[in-house]
Structures are given as C-alpha cells and as structure tokens.
Nanobody, 128 residues
Framework: VQLQASGGGLVQPGGSLKLSCAYS????????LGWFRQAPGKEREGVSC????????YYKDSVKGRFTISRDNAKNTVYLQMNSLQPEDSAVYYC??????????????????????WGQGTQVTVSS
C-alpha cells in the first residue's frame, strides 16, 4: 500500500489549490481515504474523506463550501480542491486510509488513530 500526496504550494488568501493523493495497493471499495492537515504546534485534524460507498464524503465544518473531495478510480487518485483559501488553512496536508468504508460519512471520518499508511504530506501555505 502506498499513498503520495502532492499539489501543495504557496497561494494568496482567496486563492485555490488542488491536492492529489495517488494510491496503490487497495481500492476505495474496501477503504475510506481521508485528508488530514497539521499546522505547527497543533494536532493533526481530519479535513475530508471519501469512499466508493455511495460516494459518501465528509467535510470539516470550517472547510464546508470551500473544499471539494473527489475520486478518479481509473487513476487511483483522490483529489481535494481547495478554494477561498485562508491563512488558517496553512498546514501540511496528508492522505491516509482506514479499512472500512463505513468510517466515512457525512458526520465524520472515524478515529484518526485507525488511519494507516500515511503518505508524505504536502505543504500548503496561504499568505500574502
């Protein structure tokens, strides 16, 4: 199992970035994939998740309406489109998986400690 996050960068407030998480060794039929972020001095937090289970997805309240998660099963890639970025969105963004699509629902993405196979993160910096 491998996951690789990419697409981060420096963007001005109000700008957009699209993160990609390329994966191999599993399918979203059996796993949910989550996006997480960790800012300096803060705990890692769940941002969004998706699985193939009815296309269920979850968003942290502070990103609802700004971030959109999507998947391309043919390319084994999950995307996180981030619009209207704000300085508080600055963090290292990671993708990881959890066995069991039921963990990802509109209400949450399950316990972070159950997520595995954390890929290398990608830095997102929102600054003018």
């Amino acid at each position: 199992v491998q996951l690789q996050a990419s697409g981060g960068g420096l963007v001005q407030p109000g700008g957009s970035l699209k993160l990609s998480c390329a994966y191999s060794g599993f399918t979203l039929d059996d796993y949910a994939l989550g996006w997480f972020r960790q800012a300096p001095g803060k705990e890692r937090e769940g941002v969004s998740c998706i699985s193939n289970d009815y296309g269920t997805s979850y968003y942290k309240d502070s990103v609802k309406g700004r971030f959109t998660i999507s998947r391309d099963n043919a390319k084994n890639t999950v995307y996180l489109q981030m619009n209207s970025l704000q300085p508080e969105d600055s963090a290292v963004y990671y993708c990881a998986i959890i066995q069991g699509t039921y963990y990802c629902s509109e209400y949450g993405l399950g316990p972070i400690y159950e997520y595995n196979d954390w890929g290398q993160g990608t830095q997102v910096t929102v600054s003018s």
